[in-house]
């Protein structure tokens, strides 16, 4: 058990590190082109590009790395497992070309600034979508390889979140209570950086897995915000949060009621 506990953290230092320079580079990238115009987005573009694809497949190696580690640990008999990076990376991680994903902070940038913001601010609100998008493609590159790495793994037959680092959001906690079938992919939010696992189990244990800690959960946002509802906390968390289906990136976590921007809520300036 130790041994796996020092691999999971060994993993999950690994992957943070990949976050981090990558992360670092692409917002060094946008704060140092100085302008933000049409004429700026390709060279934008062709300066980050390669460096989130790298990122992405660094996540996606070290994770069926990781996976390929767990499997042996409980059966040191397992055969190579194989996967094609290809499948969980790039275009494969929303079937959208990244130039059209990665042109969408500039668009923020346009739209802010046709509502008449300041260029500070139009530009800070393009960094923040562009962190977003980023965050969202290398955990994108985890949870793909999860799937399609764990499909080759019989002995699993479940996949849990894990928390990670000082904070996590209310919807990952709640989440983190809950067991995912192999075959699905593990539900997100833009920015998320849970650790996925694999779980070994003679029989379903339903779909709450820590229904203490899901209760400590709803005891918590009751306190900041005076209520909550707790009729729900022991199968159907629905009502708490939901797992809604995004165009791109797949399930997606969220509250009741939130909707994914579409064709025709966009506004940009002529």
């Given at each position: 058990m130790m041994a796996l506990s020092r691999l999971d953290r060994q993993y999950g230092a690994a992957v943070r590190s990949v976050w981090?320079?990558?992360?670092?580079?692409?917002?060094?990238?946008?704060?140092?082109?100085?302008?933000?115009?049409?004429?700026?987005?390709?060279?934008?573009?062709?300066?980050?590009?390669?460096?989130?694809?790298?990122g992405e497949r660094r996540v996606a190696n070290l994770t069926a790395s990781y996976l390929d580690q767990l499997n042996?640990?409980?059966?040191?008999?397992?055969?190579?497992?194989?996967?094609?990076?290809?499948?969980?990376?790039?275009?494969?991680?929303?079937?959208?070309?990244?130039?059209?994903?990665?042109?969408?902070?500039?668009?923020?940038?346009?739209?802010?600034?046709?509502?008449?913001?300041?260029?500070?601010?139009?530009?800070?609100?393009?960094?923040?979508?562009?962190?977003?998008?980023?965050?969202?493609?290398?955990?994108?590159?985890?949870?793909?390889?999860?799937?399609?790495?764990?499909?080759?793994?019989?002995?699993?037959?479940?996949?849990?979140?894990?928390l990670q680092g000082e904070y996590d959001c209310a919807l990952c906690m709640i989440a983190s209570t809950q067991r995912y079938h192999k075959r699905d992919l593990a539900p997100i939010h833009p920015g998320c950086d849970c650790l996925v696992k694999t779980v070994t189990a003679d029989y379903d244990p339903g779909q709450v897995i820590d229904e203490e800690f899901l209760n400590r959960v709803h005891d918590a946002v009751e306190s900041a915000l005076g209520e909550f509802d707790r009729g729900g906390r022991a199968v159907d968390y629905r009502k708490i949060i939901v797992s809604r289906e995004h165009g791109e990136i797949g399930p997606v976590l969220g509250y009741r009621g939130q909707r994914f921007t579409g064709p025709d809520d966009i506004n940009l300036p002529t």
């Open positions: 981090t320079n990558v992360l670092g580079r692409v917002n060094r990238s946008w704060s140092g082109l100085g302008s933000w115009r049409d004429a700026d987005v390709r060279t934008f573009q062709r300066q980050t590009l390669p460096i989130i694809l790298a042996r640990a409980s059966n040191p008999r397992a055969r190579n497992i194989a996967f094609d990076v290809d499948a969980v990376t790039g275009k494969a991680l929303r079937g959208v070309d990244p130039t059209e994903v990665y042109e969408r902070p500039f668009k923020e940038v346009w739209t802010a600034l046709s509502n008449g913001e300041a260029l500070d601010a139009a530009v800070a609100r393009g960094a923040h979508r562009l962190e977003t998008i980023a965050k969202t493609d290398l955990q994108l590159a985890r949870t793909h390889t999860v799937r399609e790495v764990a499909a080759d793994m019989p002995r699993f037959t479940y996949t849990v979140r894990e």
